[in-house]
Each structure stands twice: as structure tokens, then as C-alpha cells.
T-cell receptor, first 117, second 116 residues
Framework: EAGVAQSPRYKIIEKRQSVAFWCNPI?????LYWYQQILGQGPKLLIQ????????DSQLPKDRFSAERLKGVDSTLKIQPAKLEDSAVYLC???????????????FGPGTRLTVT | GDSVTQMEGPVTLSEEAFLTINCTYT??????LFWYVQYPGEGLQLLLK?????DKGSNKGFEATYRKETTSFHLEKGSVQVSDSAVYFC???????????????FGRGTQLTVWP
């Protein structure tokens, strides 16, 4: 079974530029999550999708971050314009369905390491 | 709010030493507790979990017991190997009505290095 795929793995941009990350979850997983992991900290949820609807985006800085999940499968996370403090690893995860997500397993991709200079 | 506190790292041990990584949590309701592991260059993987008080999660020689009275979920292993070198994250999610199902709250992570 293929895991969660993310691209690119690494990205370096200058502040005020824009960037986009892509995630392909495990086939059949209805729930998709984007987390931000700043160096030395644990991952923090940015947004959670159930199929193609948003369940929780309370921690997403909506003035610069946006995310979509078209057709309930792949997802993209965009930052525009980027700030220095956005330097982090952006992790995508998926789980089979919301009930299992609460007590079961979220499967994580390898992440995208973003450096903003 | 809901949160997880892990012991400060890094932790450096010799092979076959005993490992304990402390984790305490703050949460209302009835959280489920997890340990995730991140090996160098890889994504987070679930190591073990416990969904109710007094449950013991175990996997690959690692164990953790859900202690509601002390709000703790300490990770232990009796004899570590070089291959256990990784970053370990304690996490919780909520299972009670009204919570956002599936949202994980992570600790800061503890870097473990095991020397041969």
C-alpha cells in the first residue's frame, strides 16, 4: 500500500514570494490534515479536511495561507506572501475516517521543508 | 486548553540501557494518547497508543501506560538499540462529543541517540 506522498521535499524562497505544497493521501482515506512543524517543536494542526470539506481551520493564518482539497483526494497548501517565520516542515497526514482518526492512526507523509530567506 | 508536555532532550544512552521518556498531558474529557516516532529523513510513524485509563500500549519493545490519576503516558523500553535513535513525540486527541475528531496535539519531541 502506497503511503502519503508529498512534494516538493525541499523549497527555498525569499520572503514575500509565494509557494505551494502538494499532498496525495492514502487511497480511500477520507480525512486529510496539514500540520506545521517549526524546528524544535511538535507539529501543529493547520487545517483538517473531511472529504473535500473543511472540518477545522481555526489555526490557519488565513491572511496568507490557503488550502483546498478538490474532489476529496489530493490537497494543496499555499502561502502567499511568505514570511520568515513560515520556515518549517509542512506535514500532510491522512486517516481512514473521522471516527478512526480520533482513536486510530494518522499516516504521515515525509513532509516539505520550507526555508524562507 | 489541551496540551502535552514532554521531558527535555536530547537523551543519550548506551545500547541495552533502560529508556524512559516522560510525558504528561492536560485535557478535558477523555483523550486518547499516542507515541509517534520520527526516524531521520522519514515521516512520523505511530509507535503505540492507548484509548482509556489504565490501558497499556506496546510495540517493538516499547511500552506506555495511560495513567489518568497522574495525567501521564511515559514511554519505556527495557533495552534500547542503536536503531531506536529517533525523535519521539507524545500526542493526544479527543474522543468526547463536541471535539474536533482526529486533531492531534503534540509535545515538543525528545531526541534519542543510542551509542553502540
Amino acid at each position: 500500500e502506497a503511503g502519503v506522498a508529498q512534494s516538493p521535499r525541499y523549497k527555498i524562497i525569499e520572503k514575500r514570494q509565494s509557494v505551494a505544497f502538494w499532498c496525495n493521501p492514502i487511497s480511500g482515506h477520507a480525512t486529510l490534515y496539514w500540520y506545521q512543524q517549526i524546528l524544535g517543536q511538535g507539529p501543529k494542526l493547520l487545517i483538517q479536511f473531511q472529504n473535500n470539506g473543511v472540518v477545522d481551520d481555526s489555526q490557519l493564518p488565513k491572511d496568507r495561507f490557503s488550502a483546498e482539497r478538490l474532489k476529496g483526494v489530493d490537497s494543496t497548501l499555499k502561502i502567499q506572501p511568505a514570511k520568515l517565520e513560515d520556515s518549517a516542515v509542512y506535514l500532510c497526514a491522512s486517516s481512514l475516517h473521522p471516527t478512526s482518526g480520533s482513536m486510530g492512526e494518522q499516516y504521515f507523509g515525509p513532509g516539505t521543508r520550507l526555508t524562507v530567506t | 486548553g489541551d496540551s502535552v508536555t514532554q521531558m527535555e532532550g536530547p537523551v543519550t544512552l548506551s545500547e541495552e540501557a533502560f529508556l524512559t521518556i516522560n510525558c504528561t498531558y492536560t485535557a478535558t474529557g477523555y483523550p486518547s494518547l499516542f507515541w509517534y516516532v520520527q526516524y531521520p529523513g522519514e515521516g512520523l510513524q505511530l509507535l503505540l497508543k492507548a484509548t482509556k485509563a489504565d490501558d497499556k500500549g506496546s510495540n517493538k519493545g516499547f511500552e506506555a501506560t495511560y495513567r489518568k490519576e497522574t495525567t501521564s503516558f511515559h514511554l519505556e523500553k527495557g533495552s534500547v538499540q542503536v536503531s531506536d535513535s529517533a525523535v519521539y513525540f507524545c500526542a493526544l486527541t479527543k474522543a468526547d462529543r463536541g471535539s474536533t475528531l482526529g486533531r492531534l496535539y503534540f509535545g515538543r519531541g525528545t531526541q534519542l541517540t543510542v551509542w553502540p
